[in-house]
């Protein structure tokens, strides 16, 4: 069966390149952003490493442990972890599973049997999972292509902010921007429960300002 969003996702326990993770004890009450990489030393996944490293600031504002996965064994992430590291002008700050048996990529059915390359898993997989353990977002990308991680930034801002109140966020939303309101809240309600205003532009769009602002 595939990973739907609202399952909970597999635990598993896996080498890293920090030692042993147990993931469901590890997360403990944390978002996480798990993200995958076919092997150690390829050249697009080591900007993205990099680019993670620079962002965990960003990441820990929101409570979101980042963890990434590649086949190799542990011995080979540190020894990669140096490359990124002089690379990107960066410290790695986070774990890398050492995922060789595929343990975890078949639990998160990474596995990619129509690879082009040959290669028997899926690029660049990312989920992003909340504090319950569920599935809340994931994209596969090409090969060719790195990840966006300011759009999972955005995504988790969204996720975040529409857990907590009762809008939805329009295309292209950025933190601050103005927020739908859902439509099962009647339009009168909504002006109760959003002082801030709100705006009909028709009966089944209203806007109202961000309500954690």
Known sequence: MSLRLGDTVPDFTQDSSEGTINFHEWAGDSWVVLFSHPADYTPVCTTELGLVAKLKPEFDKRNVKVIALSV?????????IG?????????VNYP???DGD???SELYEMIHPNSST???L???SVFVIDPNKKLR??????ASTGRNFDELLRV???LQLTDGYSVATPGNWTDGGDCVVVPSIPTEEARQKFPKGVTEIKPYLRMTPQPNK
């Open 122 to 124: 899926t690029v660049r």
């Open 96 to 98: 890398i599973l050492a």
């Open 137 to 142: 977002l994931s994209i596969t990308y090409p």
């Open 72 to 80: 190799d064994d542990a011995e080979s992430h540190k020894g990669w």
């Open 118 to 120: 040959g290669n028997t």
């Open 102 to 104: 595929k343990k975890v």
């Open 83 to 91: 490359d990124i590291n002089e690379t990107q002008s960066t410290t």
């Open 156 to 158: 988790i801002d969204s």
